[in-house]
């Protein structure tokens, strides 16, 4: 049983405009949810955060948003760059247990 | 430096062979975990060592072992593998608090079962 679903396995999206990935969740427990990216033959690189008690969160050209009622979150990059294009992941945990669990990802592709 | 090294970067080895991978943090973090990430599947979470301490094992098959002689470095010991074992082995690190926190990557081990 998947915990965290990334549906769309791929986006493309033109430079300079906004690029939105979706992540929805089962686990009512969840409550710190992460994005991550990953370039080809690197790990997965920390990119933003939001615990349950927020609904939005923000830094830089990322925001990050929470719906605690649809079990739903999205990672908005605005104005997308072609350094952007990357696998995004979303992976969530709850409070008292180290563990992550993370969705299949997101390829994004920005369009020079 | 990074602040999670892995090495090495890519290993070949035969189901026969036996090998390790290396993992070290320099970060100072108390927690490490070993991660698989296979094609068209999430990461999938196969040890966690919280200050040493192995407090999760995924169900891992035994020809994976984990090994964690202190708090920087982390090892995984293969034997015996399959084909279907062949994957990217991704080594992880984080400090446990009272609140969460996000973990820190290393960049991964691109293992191929031959």
């Known amino acids: 049983d998947q915990q965290v679903k990334q549906n769309s396995p791929s986006l493309s999206v033109q430079e300079g405009r906004i690029s939105i990935l979706n992540c929805d969740y089962t686990n009512s427990m969840f409550d710190y949810f992460l994005w991550y990216k990953k370039y080809p033959a690197e790990g997965p690189t920390f990119l933003i955060s939001i615990s349950s008690i927020k609904d939005k969160n923000e830094d830089g050209r990322f925001t990050v948003f929470l719906n605690k009622s649809a079990k739903h979150l999205s990672l908005h990059i605005v104005p997308s760059q072609p350094g952007d294009s990357a696998v995004y992941f979303c992976?969530?945990?709850?409070?008292?247990?180290?563990?992550?669990?993370f969705g299949t990802g997101t390829r994004l592709t920005i369009i020079p | 430096e990074t602040g999670v090294t892995q090495t090495p970067r890519h290993l070949v080895m035969g189901m026969t062979n036996k090998k390790s991978l290396k993992c070290e943090q320099h970060l100072g973090h108390n927690a490490m975990y070993w991660y698989k990430q296979s094609a068209k599947k999430p990461l999938e979470l196969m040890f966690v060592?919280?200050?040493?301490?192995?407090?999760e094992n995924n169900s891992v098959p035994s020809r994976f072992s984990p090994e964690c002689p202190n708090s920087s470095h982390l090892f995984l010991h293969l034997h015996t593998l399959q084909p279907e074992d062949s994957a990217l082995y991704l080594c992880?690190?984080?400090?446990?608090?009272?609140?969460?926190?996000?973990?820190?990557f290393g960049q991964g081990t691109r293992l191929t079962v031959v």
């Open positions: 060592y919280n200050f040493k301490e192995q407090t």
């Open positions: 992976a969530a945990s709850h409070f008292g247990n180290e563990k992550l669990t």
């Open positions: 992880a690190s984080s400090q446990v608090v009272q609140s969460n926190t996000e973990a820190f």
